[in-house]
């Protein structure tokens, strides 16, 4: 008979509270640029969506080499929804096939992506960012400017974008100012313009599903410098975060996963990229001079991300690992 674990919010957020940068960035490296000679192949076939009335179900079966720390099968499941946030779960499997545990990955979602994007600065930012513009005020933006604050100590000052009647916005600015009092957060009206606050960016960081461009340029400041931009957002064609004027304009365009981004980032499609014109995180990782996909002051690269099932089964099992350590969840016996 086997035994099922059950991870609510609290026991994950328990768990990711403990999780450092340094396993975060192990995670991520994990998923994009693993050891050679694994034995196996990773295994992450498209998702799969059914549409209904009042939400979107998204599933996102994968695989990771056994052979690895973190490997083994999961499947995510997620609801797309206008009003209350993505609720999702992640069933993750033993070696024999068996139901393992199902975690609450509402969160782990939002905390993988931001390890993706954090990565994608580290090998594409030359420098130690100050200021970090973010469109959007929702899970992701928490959890990017939360890893971001906490990996890079020199950053200072924070403009989240978002309407003027956002209750999301003035909440997430209150948390993040308690969680990190050295930091400046402010909140930027979306309904003013942003260019002063785009020119002193020196990371930006989309996460919306809007369907127009958010800006239209990014000035260069005075002094020039450089800038990196993440697009987290879009995960259809008709989605747009950015134009593909600036998708154009950028000096490298890295993205998670090379096939799924071509045909489902709409800021890619609008430009007509193919796969030599993008290059991918885990390519980026392995590199020997990143330095070569970095830009010079007064350009600007791109991290597009979509999100890979890969980074699912790394951070549950990751978060599993733990919680079994701790002791925490919900222990179901002789559950099949």
């Not at 090998?123 to 928490?142: D, K, M, S």
């Not at 959890?143 to 100590?153: G, N, P, Q």
Request: net charge negative; with cysteine.
């Amino acid at each position: 008979m086997s035994t099922l674990t059950v991870l609510s919010t609290a026991d994950v957020d328990k768990v990711a509270s403990l999780l450092t940068v340094d396993d975060l960035v192990q995670i991520t490296r994990t998923v994009f640029a693993p050891p050679a000679n694994s034995g196996e192949a990773p295994a992450c076939p498209s998702r799969i969506s059914i549409n209904a009335p009042n939400h979107t179900a998204l599933f996102m079966p994968a695989r990771l080499p056994a052979s690895s720390a973190l490997g083994g099968t999961a499947a995510k499941i997620v609801s797309v929804t206008s009003h209350i946030g993505l609720p999702a779960s992640t069933l993750l499997f033993t070696e024999d096939g068996q139901l393992e545990a199902v975690i609450n990955a509402r969160k782990l979602t939002a905390l993988r992506n931001a390890a993706a994007s954090l990565v994608s600065a580290q090998q594409l930012y030359p420098g130690e960012p100050r200021c970090i513009v973010a469109f959007g005020a929702g899970e992701q933006i928490h959890a990017h400017l939360s890893v971001f604050c906490r990996a890079y100590k020199t950053i200072t000052r924070c403009i989240i974008v978002a309407r003027a009647s956002s209750s999301r916005a003035s909440r997430l600015t209150k948390d993040l100012t308690e969680s990190f009092p050295t930091v400046e957060f402010l909140w930027h009206h979306q309904e003013i313009p942003v260019d002063a606050i785009l020119a002193e960016a020196d990371v930006v960081v989309c996460a919306t599903p809007s369907t127009e461009p958010l800006f239209t340029d990014i000035p260069v400041s005075s002094p020039p410098k450089p800038k990196h931009v993440v697009l987290i957002g879009s995960y259809k064609p008709t989605m747009h975060e950015i134009p593909a004027e600036l998708v154009h304009r950028a000096h490298t365009v890295c993205v998670d996963d090379v096939e799924a981004c071509l045909i489902e980032a709409g800021e890619l499609i609008d430009a007509g990229l193919s796969e030599k014109d993008v290059v991918g995180l885990g390519t980026v990782i392995l590199t020997s001079s990143p330095s070569s996909s970095q830009c010079a002051a007064g350009e600007f690269t791109i991290f597009k991300s979509v999100g890979t099932g890969l980074q699912d089964v790394a951070i549950a099992r990751a978060v599993y690992n733990k919680a079994k350590q701790l002791g925490l969840g919900s222990v179901i016996p002789s559950y099949d």
